[in-house]
């Protein structure tokens, strides 16, 4: 069962272009890097590098120390009831905690086919419009507000 603790990374360049992959299980959701904690008490920059890595190929490891940073905000959301069986009886709520990943421009992407199907990079004023998801285009717009 999964724990309804996740992150959300928003991957971008210095020029204001953002990673959207689209999910295998769903045509044209596009989306940000995200995951659920893998234990109770797994670190959350911990989950966002695995995320990254295990969705992207991107090595966070392999970027200087201060490339992760944690956006410092997290919201609530009800679980799409597609998605719920995931999770214990009952569970319809989750914690998502909001990062941020400046790759260099010429960052490979490699994706894991059984979850994400394609990738594109955006300007950040399309990308946030383009995603599925109201609280990613949310953590995209903010993360640019912030920078600006």
């Not at 295990?54 to 009800?78: C, F, K, R, W």
């Not at 914690?95 to 421009?105: A, K, Q, R």
Request: proline share 5%; charged share 20%; hydrophobic share 45%.
């Amino acid at each position: 069962m999964k724990i309804p603790i996740s992150v959300l990374v928003v991957i971008y360049k210095s020029n204001g272009e953002v990673l959207l992959i689209e999910r295998a299980d769903k045509a044209n959701f596009w989306q940000s890097v995200t995951g659920s904690i893998d234990v109770i008490d797994e670190d959350l920059s911990v989950a966002a590098a695995r995320e990254v890595h295990e969705e992207t190929g991107i090595n966070v490891a392999l970027l200087p120390l201060d490339a992760l940073q944690s956006m410092h905000h997290q919201i609530d959301y009800e679980i799409y009831p597609q998605w719920r069986h995931r999770y214990a009886p009952g569970v319809i709520k989750n914690t998502e905690h909001w990062f941020s990943l400046l790759v260099p421009d010429d960052t490979p992407i490699t994706l894991a086919p059984r979850e994400h199907v394609a990738y594109q990079w955006v300007h950040f004023q399309e990308a946030a419009s383009l995603c599925f998801s109201p609280s990613n285009g949310q953590a995209i717009s903010q993360l640019f507000l912030a920078s600006n």
